[in-house]
T-cell receptor, first 111, second 114 residues
Framework: GQQLNQSPQSMFIQEGEDVSMNCTSS?????WLWYKQDPGEGPVLLIA?????ELTSNGRLTAQFGITRKDSFLNISASIPSDVGIYFC???????????FGGGTRLMVKP | EAGVAQSPRYKIIEKRQSVAFWCNPI?????LYWYQQILGQGPKLLIQ????????DSQLPKDRFSAERLKGVDSTLKIQPAKLEDSAVYLC????????????FGPGTRLTVL
């Protein structure tokens, strides 16, 4: 089945620093999604990417859909304490409406 | 616009007992999904409904898990009997008819099986 490799698994950074995380896949996806999950809550959609090469921003967040359609990255600029949480990438392919999730990147921000 | 609602938020049961979870999707969303999220992992799809029909239940352990969406709106997920390894967060998500790739999640139900 399809698998997504997400890295890094965890990051501990200083407030104000920029953050970068990425996902790679062995299969092509038609859509890439980035979610943030806070403890005890469900994932919240941050950014959705629908075309290869697409670069989309949402405030301090920027994500790109890789040209090969097998990867995506998420950047967070000028991190703040409320950025703490687990970030998941998810890919949507041709097989029905199934989303395949990466293993998550746990972000910790030191004030 | 109200989001995806789930209840209960937490449930603790003993192994071999039964448990049921409820989900109310975003109004107008035709597609509803149930995911299982084990601690430290990403969500894994259990079952997908389109209106009241099952689209994909290939990863649902059918010997103990069942789900229904009788009127094409609310859905229930049941586990009978529960095993220790069923301890996880059960997430419900929904998406519009035309954008199945954009799914919105509820807060989840955290199940602990003792």
């Amino acid at each position: 089945g399809q698998q997504l490799n997400q890295s890094p698994q965890s990051m501990f950074i200083q407030e104000g620093e920029d953050v970068s995380m990425n996902c790679t896949s062995s299969s092509i996806f038609n859509t890439w999604l980035w979610y943030k999950q806070d403890p005890g809550e469900g994932p919240v959609l941050l950014i959705a990417l629908y075309k290869a090469g697409e670069l989309t921003s949402n405030g301090r967040l920027t994500a790109q859909f890789g040209i090969t359609r097998k990867d995506s990255f998420l950047n967070i600029s000028a991190s703040i304490p409320s950025d703490v949480g687990i970030y998941f990438c998810a890919g949507h392919g041709n097989a029905g409406n199934m989303l395949t999730f990466g293993g998550g990147t746990r972000l910790m921000v030191k004030p | 616009e109200a989001g995806v609602a789930q209840s209960p938020r937490y449930k603790i049961i003993e192994k071999r007992q039964s448990v049921a979870f409820w989900c109310n999707p975003i109004s107008g969303h035709a597609t509803l999904y149930w995911y299982q999220q084990i601690l430290g992992q990403g969500p894994k799809l259990l079952i997908q409904f389109q209106n009241n029909g099952v689209v994909d239940d290939s990863q649902l352990p059918k010997d103990r898990f069942s789900a229904e969406r009788l009127k094409g709106v609310d859905s229930t997920l049941k586990i009978q009997p529960a095993k220790l390894e069923d301890s996880a967060v059960y997430l419900c998500a929904s998406s519009p008819w035309t954008r199945g790739d954009t799914q919105y999640f509820g807060p989840g139900t955290r199940l602990t099986v003792l």
